[in-house]
């Protein structure tokens, strides 16, 4: 796949035709309804793939990234037999902006769930999107409504419409979370305690009768990349496991009439300590936030009144550790995605200056002086961060 570059090592989410965002849509054009954007064109790459379908299931792994399955099957290949091509994740490449794409069908500018934290202007808070919580004194009382915090439909709300319902799969300990609620509305949403139970859960769905979306979520490879890093034997071995017991546990037991696809949200990328900035209250530059930065720690959402000032002085502090854009600049090279409406809400949400981070550098906001160092993170616009595979099933 080709992607635009921006800048060194940094590249542009493909949201014409190869990315998440046109993954849902193949789904809503497939079953008739609606997209909003082009389809992704899964006929191009497998011709009559989607030809008696009548069932399509995403089981998405949180930071499965195209290298970190590329280095895995280069060491043990584990399906014999296997078709994958690649997509490209969102901006930021997180797993609140990420999944919420793949359940909308839209781009992060049109359903504003921007980032990790992102200041709401009606709340008056940073405001933490998976949990909804403010990373600074901790639970919010909200008065916005779903489509105040998320301003598209869900994908399983459009199939609704069109007569085809959809299931969710995912943990106990994270059904019924904020973003959980926002993006899971219209699905008949299930949930798991542990590694077997969530492929026993897996194969009862597949057994449904009439058509359907599934989504299946595992969030726990993503936890082990942070701790211990990507390049970790801990995540190597996940990744090893899931995949071997996907190959035991569901591809024997796959409806003919099915359509499975295994896919990530976006990859993570090793980052040593010695190339983290730590910024608090006490820093110079924080003379210059209105209020504390949201983002992730490979990007950042600065909030500011003086956005030419802030690019100025970020240029000549950490030029080499950072590409510096303002909003307007962000919004032209259309890193948050196209929309024919862009709601001023959303946009609001994006940081006056946005900051991405090169290589493997990455930047922290001490909001309560208890963040903890991460081994390997995402957010920014490298391959390893934006490619993500599509690992293609059908029996």
Known sequence: ??????????????????SLVNLANFVLKHFNAQPIHDPYPLEHFISGISEGIEKIVFFLIDALG?????????????FHEYVVIEATSV???????????????????????LGYILYIRQLGTLLNMIEL????????????????????????????EVGVKSFVLTSKTIRGSGLSNLVNVGA????YQSFGDMFSKFREILQENGPFF?????????????????????????????????????LPVLPHNTLLI???????????????????????????????????????????????????????????????????????????????????ASVERI?????IARENYSFYFKYTGKEESLKSKHGSLTQEELLVPLMIFRR
Do not use: C
Request: hydrophobic share 40%.
């Open 351 to 355: 940081g006056d200056v946005v900051l």
């Open 188 to 191: 008949s949403v299930r949930s």
């Open 262 to 344: 295994v896919l990530g949200d976006h990859g993570q990328i090793f980052t040593p300590w010695e190339k983290e900035t730590w910024w608090s209250w006490k820093d110079e530059v924080s003379t210059f936030f209105s209020v504390p930065p949201g983002g992730e720690m490979r990007m950042m959402h600065i909030y500011t009144n003086q956005p030419d000032a802030v690019v100025q002085y970020l240029n000549e502090k950490y030029r080499d550790r950072a590409l510096v854009l303002t909003k307007e600049q962000a919004l032209n090279e259309k890193l948050f995605g196209e929309a024919v409406v862009v709601p001023g």
């Open 133 to 160: 919580s403010s990373p600074i004194v901790g639970k919010v009382t909200s008065t916005l409504s779903n489509r105040e915090l998320m301003f598209e439909k869900t994908i399983f709300e459009r199939l609704l």
């Open 66 to 78: 195209m290298s970190s399955l590329e280095r895995l099957m280069n060491r043990e290949r584990v």
């Open 214 to 250: 599934g989504f299946v979520y595992w969030g726990l490879l993503d936890s082990i990349g942070h701790k211990l890093g990507v390049d970790s034997d801990a995540f190597e071995s996940e990744l090893y496991w899931l995949l071997k017991m996907l190959m035991r546990e569901i």
């Open 1 to 18: 796949m080709l992607l635009e570059k921006i800048d060194d090592g940094l590249f542009k989410p493909h949201y014409e035709r190869f």
């Open 91 to 113: 901006f930021p490449t997180t797993t609140s902006a990420a999944i919420t794409s793949l359940l909308t069908g839209a781009t992060p500018v049109e359903h504003g769930v």
